[in-house]
Nanobody, 127 residues
Framework: QVQLVESGGGLVQAGGSLRLSCAAS????????MGWFRQAPGEEREFVAT??????????TSSVNMKGRFTISRDNAKNAVYLQMNSLKPEDTAVYYC??????????????????WGRGTQVTVSA
């Protein structure tokens, strides 16, 4: 089992930026992919982005609300995945979760397809 720990959340003003980090511990991650999701109060968990571990290819949500503002990246040597968030809006306020797919191919956007999850990090964007 992969243990995932997110960090980098916090309170930021609208228009600001945050960089979330997710470290995989326990053993070297050599699974298929890692991704970011978010969940606002009273809402379902929402896919943000995913990156394939082997080749670094990325896939993002088609939500116009996030398009072009978020960038996912990974560092294999550090066993880490990042989410750079720019031009943040109050509607980006949510708990952001890191998740991992151990085996597979292609891109996964459904939470139920991910095997391991972190506990989340709170992002709050003030108006």
């Amino acid at each position: 089992q992969v243990q995932l720990v997110e960090s980098g959340g916090g309170l930021v003003q609208a228009g600001g930026s945050l960089r979330l980090s997710c470290a995989a511990s326990g053993r070297t991650f050599n699974g298929h992919a890692m991704g970011w999701f978010r969940q606002a109060p009273g809402e379902e968990r929402e896919f943000v982005a995913t990156v394939n571990w082997s080749d670094g290819k990325t896939y993002y949500t088609s939500s116009v609300n996030m398009k072009g503002r978020f960038t996912i990246s990974r560092d294999n040597a550090k066993n880490a995945v990042y989410l750079q968030m720019n031009s943040l809006k109050p509607e980006d306020t949510a708990v952001y979760y890191c998740a991992a797919v151990r085996r597979g191919s292609g891109f996964y956007t459904l939470p139920r397809l991910y095997d391991d999850w972190g506990r989340g990090t709170q992002v709050t964007v003030s108006a």
